[in-house]
Nanobody
Framework: QVQLVESGGGSVQPGGSLNLSCATS????????MGWFRQAPGKEREGVAS????????YYADSVKGRFTISQDNAKNTVYLQMNSLKPEDTAMYYC??????????????????WGQGAQVTVSS
C-alpha cells in the first residue's frame, strides 16, 4: 500500500513562507516523479510542481515560478515544497502525489496515481 505522509501546512501572513514535506517509502520514491498539487474551494485542482527523483529535474506552474521550490532528500525518501512570498491566492489544500514510475511528464494529475491526505495552507492578513 502506497502511503504519502504530508506535514508542514499552516497559516501565514502575505509575504511569509512555509515548507511542506512529503515522506513515503523507498519503493514509491525511487525512480519516480513526485509532485505537489493544490485545490482551493470552488476551484479545480492545480499542479504546482514536480520533481524526478533521479537527477532532480523539475517543473513548476507559472503561478509559482520564482516563489516556490521543490526539492528532494534521497536519504529520507522525502520531497519538500518551500513556499516563499506567499499570496492570499496561494490559499488551498496542498496534496503530495507520486507517479507510476519513471520520469516526470509535467505536472498533470493524470500522470500521478497516489495521493497524500492534504495539508492546508492559508495566507491571510
Amino acid at each position: 500500500q502506497v502511503q504519502l505522509v504530508e506535514s508542514g501546512g499552516g497559516s501565514v501572513q502575505p509575504g511569509g513562507s512555509l515548507n511542506l514535506s512529503c515522506a513515503t517509502s523507498r519503493d514509491t520514491y525511487s525512480n519516480n516523479c513526485m509532485g505537489w498539487f493544490r485545490q482551493a474551494p470552488g476551484k479545480e485542482r492545480e499542479g504546482v510542481a514536480s520533481i524526478y527523483t533521479i537527477g532532480g529535474s523539475t517543473y513548476y506552474a507559472d503561478s509559482v515560478k520564482g516563489r516556490f521550490t521543490i526539492s528532494q532528500d534521497n536519504a529520507k525518501n522525502t520531497v519538500y515544497l518551500q513556499m516563499n512570498s506567499l499570496k492570499p491566492e496561494d490559499t488551498a489544500m496542498y496534496y503530495c502525489a507520486a507517479g507510476y514510475g519513471g520520469r516526470c511528464w509535467g505536472i498533470q494529475a493524470m500522470h500521478f496515481g497516489y495521493w497524500g491526505q492534504g495539508a492546508q495552507v492559508t495566507v491571510s492578513s
